[in-house]
């Protein structure tokens, strides 16, 4: 049985960025950071809020979106537990370039600016690291845009589910080839760029085809590779 602090130690190198750290350095950062608990829908922060902190996730996920003028959300990205966020706000002391949405009940390690920044002075190293973790952030984004601007929504749908499917920990494939994706249709909506409406119009539609089966809160996919040709 783990200690307090040694198991926020090992939630804390969960994280790419925090891997490599040694006992003490880790130890520099919690004795600074804090624990936060957000419940299913709340906002953590809001585009324009200050960026006065980086977060890791221990438990749950998050949904990073851009807000419209008319209320709409594009979901950017999904941070699952040992993902960072909230780095590029903290790096240049400016406002949030984004929503920051609990998907799921989560719970968070908040680190303020000034201990990230005092070690990054120190360790060069992290300073890479941190680069490749913006950088894969920045790849991410740019096949997002790609998606958008070259698949239709039908396409788009179903490689979001197989990537969810292949992530996170309740979209285990099993022997059978069957897979369950805990996600509402607004919030798949929104991750694939359509309307919860014409989000139902396909998911029927692979329902008649004995490709994925509906669940309440979630979709149960009978055929990966069905979706995996489509997207």
């Not at 977060?55 to 537990?81: F, N, Y």
């Not at 000034?114 to 002075?121: E, G, K, P, V």
């Not at 845009?145 to 179903?158: K, N, T």
Request: glycine letters at 8%; one cysteine or more.
């Amino acid at each position: 049985m783990y200690g307090a602090s040694e198991s926020r130690r090992l939630l804390l190198r969960g994280s790419e960025l925090f891997t490599r750290l040694a006992d003490d350095e880790l130890d520099a950062i919690l004795a600074h950071a804090a624990m936060a608990r957000h419940a299913e829908g709340e906002r953590i922060f809001a585009k324009g809020d200050p960026g006065n902190s980086m977060m890791a996730v221990l438990k749950g996920r998050i949904s990073i979106s851009a807000p419209s003028l008319d209320g709409r959300q594009v979901v950017l990205t999904v941070m699952h537990e040992g993902d960072v966020f909230g780095e590029i706000a903290l790096l240049d002391g400016k406002e949030r370039t984004a929503d920051a949405t609990a998907m799921t009940a989560v719970e968070l390690l908040v680190v303020p600016r000034r201990s990230i920044l005092a070690l990054l002075q120190r360790r060069p190293d992290l300073c890479i690291r941190l680069l490749l973790v913006l950088c894969d952030r920045l790849r991410r984004t740019n096949e997002q845009v790609e998606d958008l601007a070259f698949l239709d929504l039908e396409a788009r749908i179903a490689k979001v589910l197989v990537r969810l499917a292949s992530e996170n920990g309740d979209g285990n494939i099993d022997g059978a080839g069957a897979a369950a994706v805990r996600i509402s249709q607004r919030a798949l909506g929104e991750l694939a760029g359509g309307s919860r409406e014409s989000v139902n119009k396909h998911l029927q539609d692979w329902k008649r085809a004995g490709i994925i089966d509906i669940e309440k809160g979630a979709i149960l996919i009978r055929d990966v590779d069905a979706l995996t040709e489509l997207g």
